[in-house]
Every structure is written in structure tokens, then in C-alpha cells.
């Protein structure tokens, strides 16, 4: 007599009919259930691919900002927050998703159950409300260099605002979501309580969204509010932010009163680069978020049913989000580059040996140009060190001032206002 007609029709004190081991191959066929997706190796080792390398590279930004006291500065700290934000994403919250997603039960409990889960939502909340924190931030620097001056104690307070935002929105998750026993067959059979007793067994349970009738709102009004608070929110900040920052800058560039030509052209190659940068930013949050909310607003729709392969993709290209952010606020600012190759500069050490630079004497030497951290008269910069002659000067290289010149500075534009993040 089968298992199945034991479980369904049987005896269950018919202990020679009982096969004990039987409920634990079932438990482990069905929970490898993912496996059986075509391409399921593939999107799992990318997608632990792309996290080890987003969490290697938020560690190398938050690294270089801690251990450069010369880029701890106000705005910088929005750049290491994210990082720290991206970085709780590629190590916390994609294993969480990948286990999810690869195992069908879950073995922990209620209590874990909720927990990781709403730790998932916080960390997406906090890495896509820093973003438009950061966006809000250059865009009143932008249009008030001299006035928009935050206080020292304001990033604090910025940073509180996002995690109890993020861990408001996500609370509800963590009360939706519970552990329960599996319904599939063959746990729903009559026979199988008395069964499992008997084997000293139990059902194997999932962690699944079941109890929205808790809640004073519907899984589909929830899930339309994160559409709007985690995707359409930031969204729209980057673009208004962005927008306006781009236009600021080729107006500034377009009635600048810079007199030396090669200045001038640096100046305009440094604010296209700045443009092609914002319209970066705002390209790859859009692309990278869309799918993932795309298929949830579906799903909740119930346009389209659920899957495991399907969702585990979309999250992936959402991950790429935080493997992008390090290199484009992070690397590609000029300061924490600097800090970051300075941090590297020992590994590279024994190689430096082999390469040796001769200067040629014959060349002119390249015109200078004054740097100043704190956009103010650049000789009364405490970063800045200039030597005049006291002599009169007697030839045009004489008249070069001896700058000395700190890394991971800014370079000083026409005036205060034309500074920008």
C-alpha cells in the first residue's frame, strides 16, 4: 500500500505500512522546487556576483571616508550613508532573498520569519530615501551656495528622518507576514497529523503573506504606497533635483566671465562631465527599479502569478542599484577616488619600483591653478600654501607662484556661486 492512500485513506495504526523516511523525501523534492526552473544555476551565481562586488565596493567607499579625515565634510556623509545603506543590501538583504527564493520552507519560525523579512524592506526604504536626500541636498547647494549651509548637527538629524521613515513604511510588512504549515499535498491529507505524530515528524511550514486582515488596508493598497514612497518618490526627486542642477550649470557655464581660454575649457569639459553624470544617476535608479516594481504592482494585481525565477531576476537588476551607487557617488568623486587610490597605494607599492618617470626639462611647465577647500579667497586657505618672490621677477616662469597644494580639495570656479556638488 502506498503512502499516499495511507495518508489518504489507511490505517494509521497500521504501523507496517508506515514509512517515515518517505515525509523527508518529499520535504526535500519540494523544497527544492526552484531548482527545476530552466537557468536557475545562472541567476543564482550572478546574482551572488553582483552582491559580493557591490558589498566590496561600498566597503571601499566607507573605508576611504573613515579613514580620510579630509573628506569628512558634511555632504560626504550622505555618500558614506548610502553606502552603508547599499552595503546592508548586498550583505543582509540579497542571502535573506536568495534563501527565499532557492528554499520553498522555512525552518525558523514566525518570529525570524517577520523579521527578515521587514529587515528586507527598511534597507531598500533607507538606500532609496538617502538617494533623494543626496538629490534635495545638491539642488539647494546648487540654487543657494552662500545661504544653503547646513548645520553641523544636520546630517544627524537627515539620517534619523530616513531609518524611522523606512522602518515606519516597512512595519506593517512584518506584521503581514507569518510561518505556517505548508497546505500542499500531501501535508493536507486526514491521515497525515496522526501520521507525523507517529513518525515523530511535523509539517514542514512557509513563510508567506497571510495575514493582511490584520491591517487596516489591503496587500494591494500597500504595495501601490511602496510604488509610490520607494520608486516614484526618488524618482521624481532626481529628476526635478537633477534637472535643475544641468540647468544651472550650462547657464553658469554660458555667461562665464573666465578670460583664459584653457581655464574656460576645462571649466566647460568639467560641467558636461557633471551633466552626463546627473543624467547617469538618474538613468540607472530608473532602470535598475523598475522591474522589481513592475512585477510586484503586477502580481498584487494579479495580472500575473507568482514565481521564483521571475522574481529572483527582477531583484537581481534591482541589486545592480547598489553596486552602481559606489561608483557613481563614490569613485567618480574626485575626493573619495583620491582617498581610495591612497588607500591602495601600499598594495602597489613593491611595483612602483619598475616604473620610473624622467622629467624633461626642455617643456614649460603646465599653467597652475588655485585650489581651495572652504570656496573662499584661496590664499587664505589653511590647506593652501602660496610663495611670492620677494624679488622683482625677471622672467615669465619666475612669475609662477609655488603653490603646495593638499589632496582631496575642490577647485575654486569664478565665485562662491558657481561652486556645486
Same mark, same amino acid.
Not at 495580472?303 to 569613485?331: E, K, W
Given at each position: ?28 523534492? #519540494? ?10 544555476? %545562472? ?29 569628512? %565634510? ?23 532573498? @536568495? ?20 529587515? #528586507? ?10 538617494? @533623494? ?12 551656495? @552662500? ?14 528622518? @530616513? ?34 505524530? &507517529? ?29 509610490? &514612497? ?192
Amino acid at each position: 500500500m502506498r503512502m499516499q492512500d495511507v495518508l489518504r485513506d489507511g490505517d494509521p495504526s497500521n504501523f507496517t505500512e508506515v514509512n517515515c523516511e518517505w515525509f523527508d523525501e518529499v520535504t526535500r523534492l #519540494q523544497n527544492k522546487f526552484y531548482w527545476r526552473h530552466r537557468g536557475a544555476e %545562472n541567476i543564482i551565481v550572478l546574482y551572488v556576483l553582483i552582491c559580493a562586488f557591490g558589498a566590496i565596493a561600498n566597503l571601499f567607499v566607507i573605508a576611504s571616508f573613515l579613514r580620510t579625515p579630509q573628506i569628512q %565634510n558634511l555632504r560626504n556623509y550622505f555618500i558614506a550613508n548610502l553606502a552603508v545603506s547599499d552595503l546592508l543590501l548586498c550583505t543582509v538583504t540579497a542571502p535573506v532573498t @536568495v534563501y527565499f527564493t532557492v528554499n520553498l520552507f522555512w525552518p525558523f519560525g514566525t518570529l525570524a520569519c517577520q523579521v527578515t523579512a521587514s529587515m #528586507q524592506a527598511v534597507n531598500m526604504f533607507v538606500s532609496c530615501l538617502t538617494l @533623494v536626500l543626496i538629490a534635495m541636498d545638491r539642488f539647494l547647494l546648487t540654487l543657494c551656495p @552662500v545661504k544653503w549651509r547646513m548645520a553641523a548637527r544636520a546630517p544627524v538629524a537627515c539620517y534619523a528622518v @530616513v531609518w524611522l521613515t523606512a522602518v515606519l513604511v516597512a512595519t506593517p510588512y512584518f506584521f503581514a507576514v507569518t510561518a505556517e504549515d505548508v497546505t500542499l499535498d500531501p501535508w493536507h491529507l486526514k491521515n497525515t497529523d496522526k501520521i507525523l505524530e &507517529i513518525c515523530d515528524r511535523s509539517k514542514p511550514q512557509i513563510c508567506i503573506e497571510r495575514t493582511w486582515h490584520r491591517l487596516p488596508f489591503s496587500r494591494r493598497t500597500y504595495t501601490l504606497t511602496v510604488l509610490g &514612497i520607494q520608486y516614484l518618490l526618488p524618482l521624481c526627486a532626481l529628476v526635478f533635483a537633477y534637472s535643475q542642477i544641468g540647468s544651472t550649470i550650462r547657464r553658469r557655464t554660458k555667461h562665464s566671465t573666465v578670460l583664459d581660454q584653457q581655464r574656460r575649457h576645462l571649466l566647460l569639459q568639467r560641467n558636461r562631465r557633471a551633466v552626463l553624470l546627473l543624467l547617469s544617476l538618474v538613468l540607472i535608479y530608473g532602470i535598475c527599479w523598475l522591474p522589481i516594481q513592475l512585477y510586484n504592482v503586477l502580481n498584487v494585481l494579479e495580472v500575473i502569478d507568482f514565481s521564483q525565477s521571475r522574481y529572483i531576476f527582477c531583484h537581481m537588476i534591482g541589486m545592480c542599484s547598489a553596486c552602481l551607487n559606489p561608483i557613481m557617488y563614490g569613485l567618480i568623486n574626485e575626493s573619495f577616488r583620491n582617498a581610495f587610490l591612497d588607500m591602495l597605494r601600499p598594495f602597489f607599492a613593491p611595483c612602483s619600483k619598475y616604473l620610473s618617470v624622467k622629467a624633461n626639462p626642455t617643456v614649460a611647465p603646465p599653467t597652475t591653478f588655485t585650489y581651495a577647500p572652504n570656496r573662499k579667497n584661496c590664499t587664505d586657505s589653511p590647506a593652501i600654501t602660496a610663495r611670492k618672490d620677494t624679488a622683482p621677477p625677471t622672467d615669465a616662469a619666475s612669475m609662477t607662484l609655488n603653490l603646495i597644494s593638499t589632496p582631496f580639495i575642490e577647485p575654486l570656479l569664478e565665485d562662491e556661486s558657481d561652486q556645486y556638488c
